[in-house]
């Protein structure tokens, strides 16, 4: 039974940081496509940064250059790390798996798997 549990949000003001974490159960970030995407209410899922089984790693234009998308298999955990925070970036942020075995970052479709969420909240 594969399990995505996120931590890691919280309150930050504007400029700050944040390091989200999602401990996965039951798939294997090593041969997994891994992505996080984010949500705010009454609009749509978008992805933030997505990294392939093979490390290769696909982000964003409006978070290149202030957030990372990692994994350490050994503890088959993923992380987002995020600087530069801004107000519009507030919103429920999700981990998803692949678990297909396609060695690349595919559409939000493909991910079949998916955390319950954690909250980041950006105040000015």
């Known amino acids: 039974q594969v399990q995505l549990v996120e931590s890691g949000g919280g309150s930050v003001q504007v400029g700050g940081s944040l390091t989200l974490s999602c401990a996965a159960s039951?798939?294997?970030?090593?041969?997994?496509?891994m992505a996080w995407f984010r949500q705010v209410p009454g609009k749509e899922r978008e992805e933030v940064a997505c990294i392939s089984s093979n490390m290769v790693t696909r982000v964003a234009d409006s978070v290149k250059g202030r957030f990372t998308i990692s994994k350490y298999s050994a503890k088959n955990t993923l992380y987002l790390l995020m600087h530069n925070l801004k107000p519009e970036e507030t919103a429920m942020y999700y981990c998803a798996a692949d678990v297909s075995m396609r060695y690349r970052c595919g559409s939000e479709s493909d991910f079949g798997y998916w955390g319950q969420g954690t909250q980041v909240t950006v105040s000015s």
């Open positions: 039951g798939v294997a970030l090593s041969t997994s496509s």
